[in-house]
């Protein structure tokens, strides 16, 4: 693993230095001040976990504002160029949020006896960042928002999850990205320490190749120290039918390995910790006609374990995987099947409207007490975007996800039967 490691790392810093068919990034640099951007993101968030069949107190319900601001420079001009960027939120709770949870709002301590937590009445997080540019070749060191399959941050909630660490991505061959990282700290949405998560240190890297118009692939690997190992493959195809129509198959899968001393957060991930191991794999095909899609989809997890992400600060929203919505269907030897529909208003005279159905169902988890539970969830999402005007990319997005399994998965879930809503009000703003 230590020299598939120290390979992918060579063949980084060797693609900086050859001599690509196409310009350099780098050359077309207009300086720090010239090309530097600032924005701030207002958001108004709502998450509602109406659990059912427990007691109401247990039930979740949070509501807060956020300034999410980035400040960041260009590149200074030259054979290497360097630069500089800050990343942040800052926020005040809506409310009591006496019962606030789901990883939206800070509290301090757990809940007491009646389910209630003190919440934080306001916080700040964030960081900075130094970048350096070579050619197509982009380094970052600092604080950042990770969108890598392996690696990602919660972007799902009022705030961002944050790492810490060097991100190397380079471009010097035409059609082939390549990745390479190493990241010491870990903190998630709800959390004010750094490094809530307590991560020592995860090493990332991988490739994504563009073979044509059609075709894509991709792998990324990420080892986490004391923890996991886990890869992930891709492959993506579109072909057109007609005029206004195509079809595109989607293949995406994860083997993960934990190590012995790793942290199993539920029985549905295997009783022996010592020993855990899954694959877990998803087939899809979308059909694309106008503004309407649909899209099936097959998921199966196999090993000894179902799959996990978060818990060891593999970022957690690690799962590039078609039925993930509140529930990921990832418990242990589970198989679960998608129908998807998707339209977009704007043919028909509403432009920025768009409405996604979805239902899933899951069957054949092996849980403590039956090899054959079973979960489902029915997920609505409806978001319309400003298309012109002052408000201008400002934007509403209302989800709701009805959730149910039996009292065998529940009993080895985190989650029972639920309706949930989540209600969020972006409004950009362009400092610079």
């Not at 059909?287 to 899609?293: M, V, W």
Request: net charge negative; hydrophobic share 35%.
């Amino acid at each position: 693993m230590l020299n598939a490691k120290k390979l992918t790392l060579a063949v980084l810093v060797q693609a900086a230095l050859i001599s690509t068919a196409y310009a350099s990034e780098q050359s077309e640099a207009k300086g720090f001040v010239e090309d530097a951007e600032g924005t701030v993101l207002f958001r108004t968030g709502y998450l509602n976990r109406d659990f059912k069949d427990v007691d109401p107190g247990d039930d979740r319900s949070s509501f807060a504002q956020t300034a999410m601001v980035k400040l960041d420079s260009g590149f200074t001009q030259g054979i290497v160029g360097f630069g500089a960027g800050i990343i942040g939120d800052a926020s005040f709770k809506i409310g009591e949020n006496a019962h606030a949870g789901n990883g939206m709002i800070p509290t301090h301590g757990g809940p007491d006896a009646q389910g209630r937590v003190d919440a934080y009445d306001h916080w700040a997080r964030g960081g900075a960042y130094v970048k350096a540019r070579l050619s197509n070749t982009t380094a970052v060191y600092g604080t950042q928002v990770l969108d890598i399959p392996v690696l990602a941050s919660n972007t799902a909630r009022l705030v961002p999850e944050y790492f810490e660490g060097l991100l190397v991505t380079s471009n010097e061959i035409d059609n082939l990205s390549l990745t390479a990282g190493k990241f010491t700290k870990n903190q998630y949405s709800d959390q004010i320490e750094t490094d809530g998560r307590n991560l020592d240190r995860a090493i990332v890297w991988g490739a994504k190749y563009k073979f044509s118009d059609a075709l894509n692939a991709s792998y990324y690997g990420v080892d986490v120290k004391d923890r996991l190992d886990r890869h992930y493959v891709n492959a993506n195809y579109t072909y057109t039918l007609s005029e206004d129509s195509s079809l595109t198959h989607d293949f995406s899968g994860y083997h993960t390995e934990w190590d012995k001393e790793a942290k199993a957060s539920s029985s549905r991930l295997g009783t022996d910790s010592s020993n855990r191991s899954n694959n877990i794999w998803a087939l899809s095909s979308t059909y694309n006609k106008g503004p309407h899609s649909v899209m099936l989809a097959y998921q199966q997890n196999t090993g000894n374990t179902g799959y996990a992400y978060g818990e060891n600060a593999d970022g957690n929203q690690s799962i590039y995987l078609p039925n993930s919505y509140l529930s990921d269907f990832n418990g242990r030897d589970e198989k679960s099947a998608q129908l998807q529909y998707n339209v977009n208003f704007s043919q028909y005279g509403i432009p920025g409207l768009n409405w996604t159905s979805a239902f899933v169902y899951g069957w054949d988890i092996d849980t403590a007490t039956d090899d054959n539970a079973k979960e489902q969830e029915f997920f609505n999402q409806v978001k319309y975007t400003v298309q012109s005007g002052f408000a201008k990319d400002t934007s509403l997005r209302l989800r709701y996800s009805h959730y149910r399994n039996d009292s065998a998965y529940a009993n080895d879930y985190y989650l029972p039967d639920t309706n949930e809503w989540r209600i969020w009000l972006d409004i950009p703003v362009k400092l610079f």
